[in-house]
């Protein structure tokens, strides 16, 4: 991540902002929890955008998808095969 999206978390009022604004927004948020891992692997999963179904799919009924659980449990499944 770019030192440019840790300066639209800066805060005049606090240690930081949790929100950077519409530019990076997804960006923004990883740099933000970034700071909390003190060197551990993370990862930053932005599915706020595809969090409701308006039309049915196979895989999906309208409404909320759970499209992160379904990632995780999908990662979770397969975690050994993955492994190198």
Not at 14 to 32: E, H, L, P
Request: charged share 20%.
């Amino acid at each position: 991540m770019y030192a440019e999206y840790d300066e639209q978390i800066k805060s005049t009022i606090a240690d930081m902002k949790n929100v950077g604004g519409r530019g990076g927004g997804s960006i923004t948020a990883g740099c933000f929890l970034k700071k909390f891992t003190e060197g551990m692997p993370w990862a930053h999963l932005d599915i706020a955008g595809t969090a409701w179904a308006k039309q049915p799919k196979p895989y999906s009924p309208v409404g909320a998808t759970g499209v992160g659980v379904r990632l995780l449990v999908s990662l979770l499944r397969n975690w050994q095969r993955l492994k190198p």
